[in-house]
DNA sequence: CCTATGACGCCGG
DNA sequence: GCCGGCGCCATAG
């Protein structure tokens, strides 16, 4: 393994992304602060290297603080991000979650 | 080795 | 209340 680096905590990423349940949604701050990486940058970035990988990964579900599918570019198709969320009861108005509040999800309630 | 950039977010003016 | 800058960690050039 040549990238051994810190790419750790890469897993706890995809631990807690493939935690948020169908119809919820998550931010890149409140992981990021969930497992203490001091910048929701990284997980932007492992979510990034998650569209390589064919594993069950809904990335789908986590948006930026405002709401706003900021990752939806990264998707095979711009409007996959969109529909998956649709799918499954959110509503998305121009590349932004409706009720964004109501739909929130932090990784603490899966403690809880 | 150093600089620039990124699926972000907070603080200050 | 809007605009700009800084921090944060990793990767790419």
Redesign the pocket.
């Known amino acids: 393994m040549t990238?051994k680096?810190?790419?750790h905590y890469v897993e706890d990423v995809y631990e807690v992304v493939r935690s948020i349940p169908k119809g919820r949604i998550s931010?890149?701050?409140a992981i990021a602060d969930f497992l203490a990486?001091?910048?929701?940058?990284?997980v932007?970035?492992a979510?990034?290297q998650?569209?390589v990988m064919d594993g069950p990964i809904p990335?789908h579900r986590?948006v930026?603080?405002?709401g706003h599918l900021?990752?939806r570019l990264?998707?095979p198709d711009p409007k996959y991000m969109q529909r998956a969320l649709e799918k499954e009861g959110v509503k998305v108005k121009n590349d932004t979650v409706v009720d964004f509040d109501k739909h929130f999800w932090h990784p603490a309630e899966n403690i809880l």
């Open positions: 990238t680096a810190n790419s931010t890149y701050g990486l001091g910048s929701a940058r990284m932007g970035w979510l990034r998650s569209s990335a986590v930026n603080r405002l900021s990752g990264h998707f």
